[in-house]
């Protein structure tokens, strides 16, 4: 049986799966969006860019799906002026899309229910950007079947160092949980800056 020596396989394998890295890297998501294609198209999250939420302490997000259906299932332990206070369970603006959208109204649509297990009465939702805080969270009432949100911001600034998508379930014992369908972002018209 043929063997390679130890000083022609270790360079030989170095450079197999080097090569095999950079093939899977090639295929990857490379394509960037221009900041006129964010503005015209916005920002949505559904199905697995779901995915992309982040929770702030008191707070639990799963990943669930119904079929075809992607959802994200929050639960609160706690509200969001308990403790130490967070953007709920959020989705972060990349810098690109801060800047696409920065000096612009924007609308916020989320699609959102009660959840089916300890379902919450209602939600609350905010744009953190600079000059809105923890005094932006919004309330809405929540029935069983999922509807949409919509709540527009006129941002007090024109220049945006971070923005996140905030949720925040209401937080009663045993009636703490939300699902959440889609999230999406639009640029209205410019603001004065």
Do not use: K
Request: aromatic share 12%; hydrophobic share 40%; glycine share 10%.
């Amino acid at each position: 049986m043929f063997s390679l020596p130890d000083w022609a396989f270790y360079p030989l394998a170095t450079a197999v799966a080097g090569g095999m890295i950079a093939g899977a890297l090639a295929f990857g998501d490379v394509s960037r969006r221009t900041p006129e294609q964010i503005r015209a198209e916005g920002l949505v999250y559904e199905n697995d860019t779901l995915n992309a939420v982040a929770t702030g302490n008191g707070l639990e997000a799963a990943f669930l799906t119904d079929g075809e259906n992607a959802f994200l299932r929050i639960s609160a332990a706690r509200g969001p002026f308990d403790g130490m206070q967070s953007a709920g369970a959020f989705f972060a603006l990349s810098p690109e899309e801060l800047e696409a959208l920065e000096g612009h109204r924007v609308r916020v649509t989320i699609r959102a229910r009660g959840a089916e297990e300890h379902p919450a009465e209602g939600v609350r939702f905010n744009l953190f950007l600079p000059g809105i805080g923890q005094d932006g969270w919004t309330r809405h009432t929540l029935g069983e079947d999922y509807e949409d949100i919509t709540f527009d911001i006129s941002p007090p600034t024109c220049s945006w160092d971070y923005g996140y998508i905030g949720i925040w379930p209401d937080w009663d014992f045993e009636r703490d949980t939300v699902d959440i369908r889609r999230v999406e972002l639009v640029a209205l018209e410019e603001i004065e800056c």
